[in-house]
């Protein structure tokens, strides 16, 4: 039984830092390609960061240069590290696993995905 929880959400004020994390299991966690998504009230999931199984990675030009995905494939678990944090990236975090290998370009569609967490959710205070 394949099971994604995610952990390392909370409140901060604008500027600061919060590092996510995915735990995997049930499934050969190295071999696909995983995503990171967020849902802020009335608005549609949208695609934060996505990452291959050979390290290729996706960006929301919302997050780039702030945000960085990566994978620890011995331990199965994803990261999303969050920095200089705005109230917009407010929402519900979630985190995804395809059971198929994407190109990396696909990465920030919900297409690809097979799996969901839970959510953790991150409050951003101005």
């Known amino acids: 039984q394949v099971q994604l929880v995610e952990s390392g959400g909370g409140s901060v004020q604008s500027g600061g830092s919060l590092r996510l994390s995915c735990v995997a299991s049930g499934y050969t966690y190295s071999r696909y390609s995983m995503g990171w998504f967020r849902q802020a009230p009335e608005k549609e999931r949208e695609g934060v960061a996505g990452i291959c199984s050979d390290g290729s990675t996706n960006y929301a030009d919302s997050v780039k240069g702030r945000f960085t995905i990566s994978r620890d494939n011995a331990k199965n678990i994803l990261y999303l590290q969050m920095n200089s944090l705005t109230p917009e990236d407010t929402a519900m975090y979630y985190c995804?696993?395809?059971?198929?290998?994407?190109?990396?370009?696909?990465?920030?569609?919900?297409?690809?995905?097979?799996?969901w967490g839970q959510g953790t959710q991150v409050t951003v205070s101005s």
């Open positions: 995804a696993s395809s059971r198929t290998e994407w190109n990396w370009r696909f990465l920030l569609g919900v297409g690809p995905y097979n799996y």
